[in-house]
T-cell receptor, first 118, second 115 residues
Framework: GAVVSQHPSWVICKSGTSVKIECRSLDFQATTMFWYRQFPKQSLMLMATSNEGSKATYEQGVEKDKFLINHASLTLSTLTVTSAHPEDSSFYIC??????????????FGPGTRLLVL | DQQVKQNSPSLSVQEGRISILNCDYTNSMFDYFLWYKKYPAEGPTFLISISSIKDKNEDGRFTVFLNKSAKHLSLHIVPSQPGDSAVYFCAASVSGGTSYGKLTFGQGTILTVHP
């Protein structure tokens, strides 16, 4: 089946530093990748949609200058949390859609990255 | 504004019995619905989906029912197994236009299946 990986799986950083999270589709080409954030005991909230070779589309309330997204290839998207603060601590999950034609059911999720900003 | 709601934060069921997880939505533009299963510290795993042109979709032990007039869907798991214990999220999407592929998730329901 389709596999999506994320790296790192967890990261602890100091306030003010930047953190980069990678999302890779390992066995399929992902034309679109999505980035979600999940706070404890809350739902997954879509942050942005990333299409290969074009600028990401951000959801309302998500600062594009703070959460930089790059989708340079059909297998890799990166999310960079710039000048991270404690309130950015969360569980970040990416998902990717392939070109298999299975429709929305083909949105495969990565294992997530736990970010803790001290 | 929570467009997809799962009003039961948790559900406890005996092994072998039926588990029924419920989900309500408010956006009438949603026309594609999915259920995901999630373990702690992992990404969601796709279970089953249904298009708004159907009212039922079945896959093994999992059946999803859609009531468009009530804007309600449910996931039935029969028979329930201890390995089904996880958090279940329903998600909804608009299958066309600029919102294609964007999923709106409910808050999740923690299912515990007791042996």
């Amino acid at each position: 089946g389709a596999v999506v990986s994320q790296h790192p799986s967890w990261v602890i950083c100091k306030s003010g530093t930047s953190v980069k999270i990678e999302c890779r589709s390992l066995d399929f080409q992902a034309t679109t990748m999505f980035w979600y954030r999940q706070f404890p005991k809350q739902s997954l909230m879509l942050m942005a949609t990333s299409n290969e070779g074009s600028k990401a589309t951000y959801e309302q309330g998500v600062e594009k200058d703070k959460f930089l997204i790059n989708h340079a290839s059909l297998t890799l998207s990166t999310l960079t949390v710039t000048s991270a603060h404690p309130e950015d601590s969360s569980f970040y999950i990416c998902s990717a859609t392939g070109t298999s034609g299975r429709g929305l059911g083909a949105q495969y999720f990565g294992p997530g990255t736990r970010l803790l900003v001290l | 504004d929570q467009q997809v709601k799962q009003n039961s934060p948790s559900l406890s069921v005996q092994e072998g019995r039926i588990s029924i997880l419920n989900c309500d939505y408010t956006n009438s533009m949603f026309d594609y619905f999915l259920w995901y299963k999630k373990y702690p510290a992992e990404g969601p795993t796709f279970l089953i989906s249904i298009s708004s042109i159907k009212d039922k979709n079945e896959d093994g032990r999992f059946t999803v029912f859609l009531n468009k007039s009530a804007k309600h869907l449910s996931l039935h798991i029969v028979p329930s197994q201890p390995g089904d214990s996880a958090v279940y999220f329903c998600a909804a999407s608009v299958s066309g236009g600029t919102s294609y592929g964007k999923l709106t998730f409910g808050q999740g329901t923690i299912l515990t299946v007791h042996p």
